[in-house]
C-alpha cells in the first residue's frame, strides 16, 4: 500500500482525527483497508508530535516486524516501536507501509533524525496506552482508536 502521510494532507482526505481525553490525546484512524489502518495511524501520532509532516524527509527507511493475532495489540506494538525509535534515535517518520499477513505485521517507515530548526515540536508523546484502545471493521472498511499520553 504505502502511505506517504503528505498525501493525505496534499488531498485533504485526512482520515484521522484527535479527541480529548482528560490529559490525554485520543487518535481515532478510519481507512478503507487494515494495512492503511495502521499507516494512517502512523501518520496520526507523528501528527501530534510535529507541527507539519511535510517537514519531514523520507531519507531513511527503518524496517519493523511484529506479531500478533489481536489487532489492538499489535497496533499498539507498531505505534510503540515508532514512538521508541523517536524516544531513542530521536527520529521522526512521515511516510509508512504496511502488511499484514498470518499474525504478522512487516512494516517501513521512512524519514530523518529530528532537526530543531526545521521541525516543531508540538507536543511530548509520553506513551500509547492500552486504555480504549479498539480496531474494529465497519461497514466503510476499518476504524481505530488510540490514547497517547502527552
Not at 16 to 26: I, K, R, S, V
Not at 95 to 122: C, M, Y
Amino acid at each position: 500500500m504505502g502511505n506517504g502521510c503528505d498525501a493525505v494532507v496534499k488531498f485533504s482526505t485526512k482520515m484521522y482525527e484527535t479527541f480529548e481525553h482528560t490529559a490525554d490525546l485520543g487518535l481515532r484512524i478510519r481507512s478503507a483497508h487494515l494495512e492503511s489502518l495502521f499507516e494512517e495511524a502512523g501518520c496520526a501520532l507523528f501528527s501530534v508530535m510535529v507541527e507539519n509532516l511535510g517537514t519531514i524527509q523520507p531519507r531513511e527507511k527503518c524496517a519493523f516486524s511484529k506479531s500478533g493475532d489481536d489487532l489492538e495489540y499489535l497496533l499498539f506494538d507498531w505505534l510503540n516501536e515508532l514512538l521508541y525509535r523517536f524516544d531513542s534515535e530521536h527520529r521522526l517518520f512521515g511516510r509508512f507501509d504496511v502488511e499484514i499477513q498470518n499474525g504478522r505485521l512487516n512494516g517501513s517507515a521512512w524519514g530523518e533524525p529530528w532537526d530543531r530548526k526545521r521541525h516543531v515540536l508540538t507536543h511530548e508523546v509520553k506513551a500509547i496506552t492500552y486504555h480504549g484502545l479498539k480496531v474494529q471493521q465497519t461497514a466503510d472498511g476499518w476504524m481505530a482508536e488510540i490514547i497517547v499520553d502527552i
